[in-house]
């Protein structure tokens, strides 16, 4: 997928959108978990290893938005 680029799942801010190699199906990052998105909605994908690699699908632009506190 063009301009995903990876990041270790931790470091990321919330509202950050990622894929997992576990799933391929993108999920939220939120709070500490994932929410995997689905067309019924968001859904708890289970404990995530720490050090997790991820795809970020959320541009770097929004991260650094989202980083900066930003309110969502």
């Known amino acids: 997928m063009a301009g ?4 270790v799942l931790e470091m ?3 509202g950050t959108m ?3 190699s576990r799933a391929g199906l993108p999920s939220l990052w939120w709070r500490g978990r994932l929410l ?3 067309f019924d909605g968001y859904r ?3 404990n995530t290893p ?3 690699e991820v795809g970020v699908i959320t541009p ?3 991260v650094g938005v ?6 969502i």
Do not use: C, F, I, K
């Open 44 to 46: 708890l994908t289970g």
């Open 18 to 20: 990622v894929q997992t």
């Open 36 to 38: 995997e998105w689905s």
């Open 4 to 7: 995903v680029h990876p990041a």
């Open 66 to 71: 989202l980083r900066a506190w930003y309110p």
């Open 60 to 62: 770097r632009s929004l």
């Open 12 to 14: 990321l801010p919330d």
């Open 50 to 52: 720490g050090g997790t």
